[in-house]
């Protein structure tokens, strides 16, 4: 299993992304996954390359991709087109995300309603919606020693330090401006990429429930005149070969029947590991470009858009 990361760090950006997509004209389109959109996508490149609005909503694994869903839901109108990067842990094992999930709720209120529908969803994240609960006192206290300790470090005792968590272990600091208007992160795109060790299988099977929950979420969006497709999360060539994971896996993924069209294979969205930044997911600035180079040609043909280079 992939190191369990930082996430509280992550949710200091959900408000300005959820101002975005609720006040952002249609037809826009809407990206949907974790930490591979936030630190490796070029939302301004796709949009002079198709001419709509942006959404990247990208921000950390740990959300789940119940929450994912549903909390792009409310504001998808005709026209629209949402792009699912997922990472492929969400949709092997993690649809519900982790109890961290919680704090969404003290930097965006309404990401209460996202958690109660994603719990609704399932009997057995029913079941868990108490767990949260119960799970609330200790995370709060995390987010105290967390707080208190940066603010020590910094030297700064400001309460507005909370607005600036750090995004990623590896980054001292990450203010909310780090991110840009569209929702991209871009606070690592100058600094070195740091070492990273192989040590988990990544492209497994999907798991039944993603399937449905995918489905599920095509018909809604369907419903509300608007398309959805999914695309594989970039991750490192070496994970692709022998010992990290079959070839029968990665040939037939997703290995489950979508009514999503799936724009491509885990081989396309393999890149070098001089593309990424600390992690199997996050994409350093070349890394970034070549990344979203791949997702415009893939898009091309979906959105039926004549587009023209730069």
């Known amino acids: 299993?992939?190191?369990?990361?930082?996430?509280?760090?992550?949710?200091?950006?959900?408000?300005?992304?959820?101002?975005?997509?609720?006040?952002?004209?249609?037809?826009?389109?809407?990206?949907?996954?974790?930490?591979?959109?936030?630190?490796?996508?070029?939302?301004?490149?796709?949009?002079?390359?198709?001419?709509?609005p942006v959404v990247n909503m990208g921000l950390c694994a740990p959300f789940g991709l119940r929450y994912m869903l549903e909390e792009v839901k409310d504001h998808i109108n005709r026209g629209d087109t949402i792009i699912l990067v997922p990472e492929y842990g969400i949709i092997q094992n993690s649809v519900d995300g982790s109890a961290d999930i919680i704090h969404a709720i003290e930097v965006?209120?309404?990401?209460?309603?996202?958690?109660l529908r994603a719990c609704l969803k399932s009997s057995s994240y029913l079941?868990?919606?108490?767990?949260?609960?119960?799970?609330?006192?200790?995370?709060k206290w995390k987010s105290f020693t967390l707080l208190m300790?940066?603010?020590?470090?910094?030297?700064?005792?400001?309460l507005a330090v909370f607005n600036d968590?750090?995004?990623?272990?590896?980054?001292?600091?990450?203010?909310?401006?780090?991110?840009?208007?569209?929702g991209d992160f871009l606070g690592h795109l100058a600094k070195a990429n740091k070492p990273y060790t192989p040590n988990w299988e990544i492209v497994k099977t999907m798991c039944d429930e993603a399937a449905v929950l995918l489905n599920q979420f095509d018909q809604f969006a369907r419903q509300?005149?608007?398309?959805?497709?999914l695309v594989p999360a970039p991750i490192p060539r070496e994970y692709l070969g022998p010992g990290m994971c079959s070839a029968q896996s990665i040939s037939r993924w997703p290995d489950k029947t979508?009514?999503?069209?799936?724009?491509?294979?885990?081989?396309?969205?393999?890149?070098?590991?001089?593309?990424?930044?600390?992690?199997?997911?996050?994409?350093?600035?070349?890394?970034?470009?070549?990344?979203?180079?791949?997702?415009?040609?893939?898009l091309k043909p979906f959105l039926n858009i004549n587009t023209t280079k730069l």
């Not at 079941?127 to 995370?139: C, E, F, G, Q, V």
């Not at 300790?149 to 400001?158: P, T, V, Y």
């Open 149 to 158: 300790e940066k603010m020590i470090k910094q030297g700064d005792f400001n």
């Open 165 to 182: 968590w750090e995004l990623s272990e590896s980054l001292e600091l990450a203010p909310r401006s780090y991110f840009n208007k569209q």
């Open 258 to 298: 979508l009514s999503i069209p799936v724009l491509a294979g885990p081989i396309r969205y393999s890149l070098a590991a001089k593309y990424f930044y600390e992690t199997p997911y996050h994409l350093n600035l070349l890394g970034r470009t070549k990344r979203t180079a791949l997702l415009i040609e893939d």
């Open 108 to 115: 965006y209120p309404p990401s209460a309603l996202f958690i």
């Open 127 to 139: 079941s868990n919606l108490t767990n949260l609960a119960a799970t609330l006192p200790a995370i």
């Open 224 to 229: 509300h005149g608007a398309r959805v497709v």
């Open 1 to 52: 299993m992939p190191p369990r990361s930082n996430s509280f760090g992550y949710f200091a950006a959900l408000k300005d992304k959820h101002q975005r997509l609720n006040t952002t004209a249609s037809p826009k389109i809407i990206f949907v996954g974790g930490s591979n959109l936030a630190f490796g996508l070029d939302s301004a490149t796709v949009e002079k390359r198709f001419h709509r």
